[in-house]
């Protein structure tokens, strides 16, 4: 009987058992670069993030509320860590603060400490103060620390004039644009022909057209300073020219039809009431409306590989995604195409979810992030990135 050397040879034999103990070596190799990445001599890990306006307050306030958010950390490290985790982790949290950018215009900071990694954001977010300790850092902790501002815009249209106002659950401001104010501009600005007329009404109609053209054009200018979501309320005839004419129709959240010419501030506040009392509601539709306008601009990135690509290229202004999705990957950092990470396989080196890095991506080019629920979003791939452009 012939061996199996015989049958395939010498040299073939050899380079298999070559391959069979290089690929074992590897495996080794692998499974200790996965020891060292999940070591815990790299624990704690310490997310720090807090309001942060410069202009807006004196550095030594800030410094003095950085520092009780500290003096908290460490008293939290040393009560639960030995000294030799807890004093690295102490130390490098400490160089963070003292070498804090003060002449920054953002709103909010966000620092990431470990042993062997600090990270410091400058955001435009408005957040409030939150601390974590934990055995990792989940960049997904900043976007849930934003706070919830309820802000709207409300038009409110008459036959006669038209008022503008910006609410949230506290305020009711009216607010001072370029929108015409009054009809009887009007009364005056018409074709010769027009003015010949002898039925009344149907030179009203055409004043009333012609000024609500005017309100909306204001009104494309005043949503490029104000991306918040738009309520439109008028009497029936009133709303039904304005659906007529508008371009901004796309914007319009609810329009709430009514006399509301003898309303005062607090009586249109209070009927605004049940209107935003689900907010979430509110805000998810309002992001679908901005998700429908970029992709007729042709400025909406779908899908994780294209949001990630959009994102990495710093084009990103609003990311939209379905909360809890996440998309562990194999790492590849010369690649723009990702591909997902096999669990049956070990890799050296592996971002554990792609998503979180295309979140910070997105907040460190100055972009802002939005969950919403799960499914809203199954036409995209659960994830899209709305990138800047000239409109909204």
């Not at 807090?50 to 030594?60: A, G």
């Not at 620092?111 to 990792?136: A, H, N, R, T």
């Not at 007329?197 to 000024?211: H, P, R, V």
Request: charged residues 30%.
């Amino acid at each position: 009987m012939l061996s199996l050397t015989a049958v395939i040879g010498t040299g073939i034999i050899d380079n298999y058992f070559r391959l069979i103990k290089s690929d074992f070596m590897l495996q080794q190799i692998n499974d200790q670069y996965a020891e060292v990445l999940e070591a815990p001599k790299y624990l704690p890990c310490i997310s720090l993030i807090m309001p942060f306006e410069p202009k807006m307050n004196l550095k030594v306030e800030l410094a003095h509320k950085l520092k009780i958010a500290a003096d908290k950390i460490e008293n939290e490290l040393l009560d639960n860590y030995t000294e030799a985790r807890a004093m690295p982790v102490i130390k490098k949290l400490r160089e963070v603060l003292k070498d804090l950018n003060y002449n920054t215009h953002k709103k909010s900071i966000a620092i990431f400490v470990s042993s062997v990694i600090q990270k410091v954001y400058y955001l435009d977010l408005p957040v409030g103060e939150k601390i974590i300790i934990d055995d990792s850092f989940e960049i997904r902790d900043l976007i849930y620390s934003k706070k919830e501002i309820h802000k709207y815009l409300l038009v409110v249209l008459s036959s006669k004039w038209t008022k503008i106002f910006i609410g949230n659950t506290t305020q009711f401001i009216r607010i001072v644009s370029n929108v015409p104010a009054n009809v009887a501009a009007y009364k005056n600005d018409l074709p010769q022909k027009v003015a010949n007329f002898s039925d009344e009404t149907k030179i009203k109609e055409i004043q009333l057209d012609k000024f609500l053209r005017q309100t909306d054009n204001g009104l494309s200018f005043l949503l490029k300073t104000y991306k918040l979501p738009l309520f439109i309320m008028g009497n029936s005839k009133t709303i039904g020219h304005f659906k007529a004419i508008t371009h901004n129709a796309k914007h319009v959240i609810d329009y709430i039809p009514g006399n509301f010419e003898e309303k005062t501030e607090p009586e249109l506040q209070k009927i605004m009431k049940p209107y935003v009392a689900d907010w979430k509601k509110i805000i998810q539709n309002d992001l679908l409306k901005q998700i429908d306008e970029a992709m007729n601009f042709k400025k909406l990135a779908i899908g994780i590989n294209e949001a990630r690509k959009s994102a990495m290229q710093k084009k990103g202004r609003l990311l939209v995604l379905e909360k809890n999705y996440m998309y562990p990957v194999k790492q590849d950092v010369n690649s723009e195409i990702i591909l997902r990470h096999d669990e049956s396989r070990k890799y050296a080196f592996y971002n554990k979810d792609v998503v979180d890095d295309v979140i910070e991506r997105v907040l460190g080019g100055g972009g802002d992030v939005e969950f919403v629920d799960e499914g809203l979003l199954y036409k995209f791939d659960k994830i899209v990135l709305i990138e800047y452009y000239s409109g909204r």
